[in-house]
């Protein structure tokens, strides 16, 4: 099996932690590629970040389609995840999308701990895309930029272990860890707060193991067929619709 795991900016000291982390929770039988986009924003904490990412994102997925059997993108907005199911009937599954299922089968309620207040809009709007609102206790946003996720990781754990006190406080049992950048700071939480602290990338990774395990494809019956043939200006030929097609 062969997973290739998208982060959704292009810092790659933040990739090469996704995918050590990925191969860590991994089966000794699936192979894992953590990519980096081409091009896109350095770190992304904004929809303007996320929209101009997101075309960088596909192509990752489109260059490489018929060499993997599942996708993971690695940004806890998932980013284009819509589309991605679109372009390939492969597994593609969003690391906020699996965490949540996760620490919902946890606990009864539970919480997210992310990035800087701004994104506070953006966790809500993927929490209820997902549907699972009515189960998110809380969602705690932190002084941490996405980069100091990556860089400064002593000063993030300290800042989420605070996050996650005010999370439990307000009726999460369970919590997901809003960025791909936190990723293997999960242990380390959970020893401090008590509760499931869930690693997105790891399972991410775990879903879309299982989902290619229970030989599942995306469903292609209405909404995520392939898009329409037509011209899209600007793009090269390989990200035209109509090479879905051929």
Known sequence: MRI???????FQPMTDNIGEVARSVAAPTTEIVAATPSAGPISIESFYDEYLAIPYILEEIIKDEAEFDAFVIACWGD????AA?????????????????VANMLGAKFGVVTVLERAHNLIEHTVAKVGLGPRCASIQCTSLSVLDTEELRDHACMVLEGAGRKAIAEGAEALALGCAGMSGLD??????LGVPVIDSVAAAVKMAESLVALGKR????KTFQMPEPKE???????????????
């Open 85 to 101: 199911r679109e372009i390939t009937s492969k597994p593609v599954v969003g690391i906020a999308e699996a965490s949540m299922y």
């Open 79 to 82: 980013p284009g995840i819509e």
């Open 218 to 221: 995306t469903s292609k019956v």
């Open 4 to 10: 290739k795991v998208i982060n959704g900016n292009t």
């Open 232 to 246: 899209i200006r600007g793009y090269p030929e390989h990200m035209q619709s109509a090479s879905f097609h051929a």
């Open 187 to 192: 242990i380390m939480l959970e020893a401090k």
